[in-house]
């Protein structure tokens, strides 16, 4: 915080530059205290340099303090011009007396200045902080929905993957259900567990009145041809195992 | 007032000349170096810019073909979409033929040997090709199985290639797993065509495999439907062009899709076979000609109405899957492609004339000589007789050549080929099967003086199966032929059912005629005494059978003549003959073992007898009354 503390001194001629600042507080707990029981122009003149020390050692940027300054003077000389006029032409007070309700004035519309300057620092620093706030929020969207993007791109590809398994999953189990429905399947397993093709059935007709008729002949089925051992069943069935794995 | 103006720097500085001026030179002096700054800057951005317009002149200019070029060549992907090709169902939705995705495993060897040399070159630690490739081959093996034996996997890794196919038809999570663990393998997307009943119903599907000859590479039909249809089942391929990263094809840059043509899938095709009758029939047939010593047979049910296919099937079939081993003989439809003098069967066609025309009836006695004198040529019957008389029921019965004959020269030549004419004989069904032969009637004016001694006994013609049964199907369906068809709907791929349109029935006799026919017909499956017809086996109980017996003299190629001991035994029949529901025809090629090779009648009492059970037929109300065959 030097810079401001050097920039103090050439603004503060009745004191050392050295000591602007702290005396600057200082006189200001005083200047306020002087205000209400309406003393000297030094203590004021403290005052007013300890008015000015807190907005310019709160804001570093020199051009900033630069353009403060020269709006509120241009706006601050013909308010004490017209009221130094007006109140010595009217109310007859003497010059000190006037320039002392002028000083005073100047005071109130310098303090009035002052906070007015104050919130348009406040205001600034409050646009800066917005700005860099929404810079900062607005990064970490960007960063955060490219993560999201990125990762909703990697689910996607997963989902994607997941499907394609399921459908290959589905396919498979078609095949193995066509495989097993298929007549020829059915056969094999069904001569497997000792299931013979019936021969020649016979047929029944039943009459309206009750009786029934038989065509054909029953014949059995015959057992299938011994010559299939369990050894040989076994064997098929471990082929049959290995082969459908 | 100094005092006041003394807070305001720059009003003061103008009217304060002291202490203000000094420390406000000093800002000053930064601004002169501030200038020999923006004099270095700018001579440097200057530059800067310069150097890069140069640049961007030779890249954008100069170098930018050969940049963008290679930049497509980088990012750019053509990405298809194999469309998935339609399966074939049959009439109750049973799968006959679908397509499985599997990849098909390969590898670079050549590259791979680089690879694995230059890796272990930086780091002895690598594997080298020899331990890489073992690894890789046990690893396959131990995933796929005995499908893949190690040995073999190792021989192909190390063969000196620059490309080598190292297993088809690979389950693709089998196939993931093996990249994932080896991304030196490749995977390629193929498809695999299954064939879930095997062998069966291989005559009419045909066969289909992956094929890289053919644009687009895709499954695509060798055989059978599957061939003829291949338009139909294969669909169009889809594409996109993407933008890829790193040159990785798999790793697509989100949103760079263009160009987007969507796949569309082949449609399926629902065909009026039913699986489980054309199984029972195919082994049914199976037996027969391996029982009568045959070259081959065939058989054919048709729906009697409506003239659809519910069963065909040839003794020799093979297996889809690996139709390469197969013989010529098994890939011939022979049911559709092989036409084949019919004999007795064909006296149908002068039965129907004969009745039509109002030159005989079935009680018609006809006084039947032992032989029949035509041209230059003498028929006579299958059994050794003087003059008899029969009725011509008798003569249809018994199949009696010289009746036959007799009515025929009544009927007289042109209304009996106009006969053959609308019994859709010497032109295609158009049943949708390809290699469908039209068969062989001589026309009117190339007759010899025995031609019409041959025609109406079913000699000197020749006629596929189908066309045989369909003469029978029209007796069966009041005199209207319906021409067979197989394919009875497609499903598109949008999954709207299209049935295929019906053909237009053929009059060929009066509903009268058909009925008196089929009656008449009746006698050559009954058993009565003194009344046998030529195939009382084929008669089943409790429903009346009406058919034709047949056996035709095959053609000798030595002599060109008719062979005396090789003959196509035929058979059609309607099942039942009071309310017909099918037709079953079948044909065995020159049988040799007794009893089963003079007679196909067994064999449609088989075949008969499954479809009263599988399709519950109603009995027939009464059973068939004797047929008089002789007066």
């Known amino acids: 915080m030097s810079a401001p503390a050097r920039w103090n001194g050439p603004y503060l001629p009745n004191q050392t530059s050295s000591t602007s600042t702290r005396k600057g507080t200082g006189t200001r707990r005083t200047g306020t205290g002087g205000r209400s029981a309406g003393t000297s122009a030094g203590r004021t003149g403290g005052g007013r340099g300890a008015a000015h020390t807190p907005a310019r050692t709160s804001t570093p940027a020199r051009t900033g303090t630069a353009t403060r300054t020269r709006t509120r003077s241009s706006g601050e000389r013909p308010v004490r011009t017209t009221a130094d006029r007006g109140r010595s032409t009217s109310t007859g007070r003497s010059s000190a007396a006037n320039r002392a309700y002028a000083r005073r004035d100047q005071r109130a519309a310098r303090t009035g200045g002052a906070a007015r300057q104050r919130t348009g620092v406040v205001s600034k620093a409050r646009f800066v902080v917005v700005v860099m706030g929404l810079l900062v929020v607005g990064l970490v969207a960007t960063l955060w929905l490219s993560t999201q993007s990125v990762a909703d791109s990697l689910r996607l590809q997963e989902t994607r993957e997941h499907n394609s398994e399921l459908s290959e999953q589905v396919e498979r189990l078609r095949s193995e259900v066509g495989r097993m429905e298929s007549p020829t399947e059915l056969a094999k397993l069904a001569e497997r567990l000792g299931l013979v093709p019936p021969p020649d059935p016979a047929r029944l007709q039943v009459a309206p009145d009750g009786s029934v008729t038989e065509y054909g002949t029953p014949t059995p089925a015959t057992a299938p041809q011994p010559s299939a051992p369990p050894a040989d069943q076994q064997q098929q069935q471990q082929q049959q195992q290995s082969g459908g794995g | ?631």
């Open chain 2, 1 to 631: 007032m100094p005092r006041i103006d003394s807070g305001r720097p720059q009003r003061s500085a103008s009217r304060r000349p002291l202490s203000v001026r000094g420390p406000a030179r000093k800002p000053r002096a930064r601004f002169g170096n501030h200038r020999v700054r923006i004099v270095v800057s700018r001579f440097l951005l200057v530059a800067a810019l310069v150097a890069a317009g140069i640049k961007l002149i030779n890249v954008q200019v100069f170098q930018a073909e050969a940049y963008s070029q290679r930049a497509m060549q980088q990012k750019a992907t053509l990405q298809k979409f194999p469309a998935e090709r339609g399966s074939i169902v049959d009439r109750n939705g049973g799968q006959l033929a679908f397509s499985v995705e599997t990849r098909e495993l390969y590898a670079s060897p050549n590259t791979m040997r680089k690879e694995q040399a230059a890796a272990t070159k930086d780091n002895p630690k690598f594997d080298t090709f020899e331990q890489r490739t073992q690894r890789i081959a046990s690893y396959i093996h131990q995933v796929l199985g005995d499908q893949a034996p190690e040995q073999e996997m190792l021989d192909k890794l190390r063969s000196e290639v620059s490309y080598v196919s190292l297993k088809k038809n690979v389950d693709p999570n089998k196939a993931r797993q093996i990249r994932k663990e080896f991304p030196q393998i490749g995977a390629a997307y193929r498809a695999e065509r299954v064939y879930p009943n095997g062998e069966l119903a291989a005559n009419i599907i045909g066969a289909a495999n992956w094929r890289t000859d053919v644009d687009p590479e895709g499954i695509h039909g060798l055989l059978g439907l599957e061939h003829f249809k291949d338009d139909l089942l294969a669909g169009q391929n889809g594409e996109r062009r993407v933008d890829t990263a790193l040159g990785n094809d798999d790793w697509v840059i989100p949103g760079s899709e263009r160009d987007l043509v969507e796949a569309v899938p082949g449609s399926d095709l629902e065909l009026t076979i039913d699986t489980y009758l054309q199984f029972q029939v195919q082994r049914m047939i199976s037996d027969y000609v391996a029982k009568s010593g045959a070259r081959n047979g065939s058989a054919v049910v048709l729906d009697a109405r409506t003239g659809e296919v519910y069963a065909l099937a040839t003794d020799k079939t093979f297996n889809p899957a690996d139709f390469g081993g197969a013989s010529p003989e098994q890939r011939n439809n022979i049911a559709v492609t092989t036409p084949f003098e019919p004999g007795s069967v064909a006296k149908v066609i002068t039965a129907a004339a004969g009745i039509e025309y109002g030159v005989v009836r079935p009680d018609t006695v006809l006084q039947v000589p032992g032989q029949f004198p035509i041209a230059d040529r003498v028929v006579k019957d299958a059994w050794t007789h003087g003059t008899v008389d029969m009725t011509f029921t008798g003569v249809l019965g018994k199949s009696s050549n010289v009746g036959t004959l007799m009515v025929a020269q009544q009927v007289g030549a042109d209304r009996f080929m106009d006969m053959v004419g609308k019994f859709g004989l010497g032109k295609r069904t158009e049943v949708g099967l390809p290699g469908e032969s039209a068969g062989v009637v001589p026309p009117r004016d190339q007759w010899s003086g025995s031609t019409f001694g041959n025609l109406p006994i079913g000699q000197g013609m020749s006629m596929t199966l189908l066309q045989m049964a369909g003469m029978y199907q029209a007796i069966a369906n009041d005199g209207v032929r319906v021409p067979p068809r197989i394919v009875r709907a497609t499903i598109g791929p949008d999954g709207v059912r299209h049935e295929e349109p019906r053909p237009e029935g053929v009059r060929v006799v009066s509903p009268e005629t058909a009925t008196t026919v089929r009656d008449m017909m009746r006698a050559v499956a009954q058993r009565s005494p003194g009344q046998t017809g030529s195939g009382p086996d084929a008669a089943l109980p409790g429903y009346q059978i009406s058919g034709k017996t047949g056996t035709g003299q095959q053609v000798d190629p030595t002599c060109n003549c008719y062979s005396e001991t090789n003959n196509n035994i035929t058979f059609a029949g309607i099942l039942p003959a009071d309310n017909p529901r099918f037709v079953v025809g079948i044909m065995l090629d020159a049988p040799h073992n007794a009893p089963y090779s003079s007679t196909a009648a067994p064999l449609f009492h088989d075949i008969a007898s499954y479809l009263a059970q599988r399709y519950q037929i109603p009995l027939s109300k009464e059973q068939s009354p004797v047929q008089i065959l002789t007066p």
